[in-house]
């Protein structure tokens, strides 16, 4: 039997679509955990609604709100092997579980997954969908590549062996984002097998706004330090970058007055910007979009990750002190 969790907060608009794929898709045997997060708006009435028709259906209330807390919730109360998580913004092709069952048999792999397609429906969330796959936008990440096969240090969403949270551990509940990324890594460090499958094929719809997109990075970058600190054998120069431009950026009203030529760096960036951007050819309003998003998630990223530095150096500080 396979066992699905999906951690939800408010999701009435999208949580149909997950319990609709669920229902009709293969295999039979199989159960999901809904694992709701305080909702506020119809998302926990909808739910209870299938589970009335659907017996393999449960609903699991998280009053920690988070999702490695609602993720270490399921896994505690449920059966099946493999577990496999979904995201109610994400829509799975038919084949979904299946597939993912083939690339366990095929590879033998702790874990599997496919990568990140991400799709729009807003000319904003296809703008998105383009500057977070490009290299300018995100470095040379695996994930991001539709037709990869292979070993991978991470995969989207994902499916594990249940015996691996018995050797590893459960997911870290101080990470509200990157819960995942850590997870993968420590894996990866205890030499475990993380398989990247382009047959496993998911559409992911990305923030609609720019306040969204910003707060999203910003979280990204603000938890990674504290991954980086617990696995330092995956420490890459694309976490680095974006946090170094923000420091640059920040000071650079400083570093003017010591010479105009600390402009130079600013200026590449933004032949780079627009170099990226003409090359999505993409029309007006979804370039001008594009242009604008590589510096939002960039500064998002690059500042979060700054100030999630501070905290840890803090912290280390403070211990260090009362020793």
């Not at 690339?103 to 429906?121: C, L, Q, S, W, Y």
Request: with cysteine; charged share 25%.
């Amino acid at each position: 039997m396979l066992t699905i969790i999906c951690p939800v907060y408010n999701e009435e608009k999208y949580i149909g679509n997950v319990l609709e794929f669920f229902v009709n898709a293969k295999p039979d045997e199989k159960e999901l955990l809904i694992i709701d997060g305080g909702s506020t708006d119809r998302t926990v009435e909808i739910v209870s609604e299938w589970i009335e028709n659907h017996k393999n259906i449960r609903l699991l209330h998280n009053r920690n709100k988070y999702v490695p807390f609602a993720l270490n919730l399921a896994i505690r109360n449920s059966q099946g092997d493999p577990i496999i998580r979904l995201d109610a913004h994400t829509i799975y092709e038919e084949d979904y579980f299946l597939k993912i069952l083939e690339t366990f048999e095929k590879t033998n792999a702790d874990v599997v997954g496919g990568p990140m397609r991400k799709i729009g429906k807003t000319v904003f969330q296809k703008a998105i969908s383009y500057a977070t796959t490009s290299v300018f936008g995100i470095g040379d990440s695996k994930i991001h590549k539709t037709d990869y096969n292979g070993e991978s240090d991470h995969v989207y969403l994902g499916a594990w062996r249940r015996k691996l949270f018995d050797e590893i551990g459960l997911f870290d509940e101080r990470l509200i984002r990157n819960q995942d990324d850590e997870f993968h890594y420590r894996a990866k460090s205890f030499g475990k097998k993380i398989y990247l499958s382009s047959d496993i094929k998911s559409y992911y719809y990305p923030r609609n706004s720019f306040s969204a997109l910003f707060k999203q990075y910003f979280q990204y970058g603000f938890y990674k330090p504290l991954v980086l600190q617990k696995i330092r054998s995956e420490i890459k120069i694309r976490h680095l970058i974006p946090g170094i431009f923000s420091l640059y950026i920040i000071t650079l009203p400083l570093l003017l007055f010591l010479s105009k030529f600390f402009l130079i760096p600013l200026l590449i960036y933004f032949f780079l910007d627009l170099i990226f951007t003409l090359k999505s050819s993409k029309g007006f309003g979804e370039s001008l979009a594009i242009i604008l998003i590589y510096p939002t998630i960039h500064l998002a990223y690059g500042i979060g990750f700054v100030l999630g530095l501070l905290k840890i150096f803090k912290k280390t500080s403070f211990e260090n002190s009362n020793k």
